[in-house]
């Protein structure tokens, strides 16, 4: 029994862990009322940063950082266009989701004729017991981490605060632009770490496909967990079971094969058709802000 529990165990552990960072990113953004649709683009760019500094380097602990600062930046983007020119945030989003993508496939087309080549796997990242990788237990970390900024902190409820009433929250001294500015950079760089992982310990290169969708599905998992970092890390493991049950019964004859390779995604489409409506977001989720406005 045990043989047969403990690889899909670690296959899910594996797979959420992308989604994880990602979805935290977006309970960051999106709890300081930015919503940040562009995770795709931003976990794609990661990637394609991370696989080529480890590729240079050998050191996958540098590409690593140099994914979450890369989507730092993007996600800098992000903030300008939506914090300081108070543009619509699902569009700027949504532009960061073709940006991302169409600059990471241009470069890596110029750098590696399509994709990053595939380094020694002593240059991936670390593994632990039960060859789970060293991220999955960061991930651990970083969900904790959040739950404690946000439940214990004054940090923390001045980011709920402000996803709530940022004008409320002005008159009581807050700086609205500084925090929603540190809330979606830090977003990106989650996001970043997320898209990074899957070059560096999933698939240990990037393709234009290395993320598929998985932006889409961590923002799902940010709704179904109720914007909070406990609820998307959950989430986020149930999307990855869904995804390790597809790898673990792929050559099963009894079940269709193109049916486990849609089931994540299917599994999306319902949590979303059928959680949605039970989700509250925060009052101030994707409102911009103008100081002296209402």
Not at 119 to 127: E, F, G, R, S, V
Request: glycine letters at 10%; a positive charge; charged letters at 10%.
């Amino acid at each position: 029994m045990l043989d047969f529990l403990i690889p899909i165990l670690t296959t899910t552990f594996m797979y959420s862990t992308p989604l994880i960072f990602a979805a935290l990113g977006g309970v960051i953004s999106e709890r300081s009322g930015v919503i940040n649709i562009g995770i795709e683009g931003i976990m794609t760019m990661g990637a394609f940063v991370a696989a080529s500094i480890a590729y240079y380097t050998s050191n996958p602990w540098l590409g690593l950082l140099a994914g979450g600062i890369v989507g730092s930046l993007v996600a800098l983007l992000h903030a300008l266009a939506s914090i300081t020119f108070a543009a619509d945030q699902t569009i700027s989003g949504i532009a960061l989701n073709f940006i991302g993508p169409g600059l990471a496939v241009f470069l890596c087309k110029i750098f590696f004729n399509g994709q990053t080549k595939t380094y020694p796997i002593h240059n991936k990242l670390p593994k632990i017991f039960y060859n789970l990788d060293i991220t999955v237990v960061l991930a651990v970390i970083t969900a904790a981490v959040l739950y404690f900024i946000f439940k214990k902190t004054k940090l923390g409820l001045r980011i709920k605060a402000i996803g709530e009433n940022p004008y409320a929250a002005d008159s009581l001294g807050i700086n609205v632009y500084k925090t929603r500015y540190l809330c979606v950079i830090a977003s990106g760089a989650l996001a970043g770490i997320g898209g990074s992982v899957t070059t560096l310990s999933v698939i240990s290169q990037f393709s234009p496909s290395a993320i598929s969708g998985q932006g889409f599905i961590a923002l799902a998992a940010v709704i179904f967990g109720k914007w909070t970092s406990l609820g998307a890390y959950f989430s986020c493991l149930l999307f990855a079971f869904a995804q390790a049950l597809a790898v673990t019964f792929g050559g099963a004859d009894f079940i269709p094969s193109e049916f486990l390779n849609m089931l994540p995604y299917v599994l999306t489409i319902f949590i979303l058709v059928f959680f949605v409506g039970k989700s509250s977001a925060p009052k101030a989720n994707g409102k911009p802000y103008v100081k002296g406005e209402r």
